[in-house]
């Protein structure tokens, strides 16, 4: 089966994206500071563009509190909708850029031994994706094209695509190749 131009470039970025936006979910998980807490997230009613692109970047990538992740998502987005709607773009395109770095850093000072075991925690986690968009309907699916298609996610894709291109060693990559794979097949099934 061919695939249609379009949706090729859509899914070849994709492919390389989301694993490594897994590994920074890995170490949102894992690691133990963040810029502010949560509570101080929560409580802060004025934001500079800098502070909130700073906890916004916190909240992408490695923090503490799982927790309160959600209600500290829900509350940056309110403050960003203070904030025209290409500004706020860059905004989250500035923390996700921060975000992949960080994590990308991070996941680089781990043991080899540890390394491998988030790779293959990465692989798990894409098989439990592919798993569950094959339980998904027709409309759950083609709300995740739309969202994937709008300008903002077109955005995203690129810039994860230049972090990845840019700063993931062959290696790296290399690793990444059967999580890729998987996440190509996810993608199809779209």
Do not use: C
Not at 95 to 108: F, G, P
Not at 114 to 123: C, P, R, V
Not at 170 to 182: G, I
């Amino acid at each position: 089966m061919a695939l249609n131009p379009r949706v090729k470039a859509l899914i070849i970025p994709l492919a390389v994206s989301i694993p490594l936006l897994i590994v920074i979910a890995y170490f949102i998980f894992s690691t133990k500071t963040e810029a502010l807490s949560a509570e101080q997230i929560l409580n802060k009613k004025e934001w500079t563009r800098e502070e909130l692109t700073k906890s916004l970047s916190a909240a992408f990538s490695p923090q503490t509190n799982r927790r309160d992740r959600h209600k500290v998502l829900s509350h940056l987005r309110e403050q960003l909708k203070r904030y025209p709607k290409k500004e706020r773009t860059e905004i989250r395109i500035t923390a996700l850029r921060h975000a992949i770095n960080n994590s990308i850093e991070q996941m680089r000072l781990l043991p080899k031994e540890d390394q491998e075991k988030l790779f293959n925690s990465i692989k798990k986690r894409a098989e439990g994706s592919y798993s569950k968009v094959q339980k998904m309907s027709a409309k759950e699916k083609a709300k995740i094209r739309k969202r994937l298609k709008t300008a903002e996610g077109q955005a995203a894709i690129d810039e994860v695509n230049k972090v990845l291109i840019s700063k993931l060693t062959p290696e790296e990559r290399r690793k990444f190749t059967p999580v890729s794979k998987l996440w190509v097949k996810t993608l199809r099934s779209l």
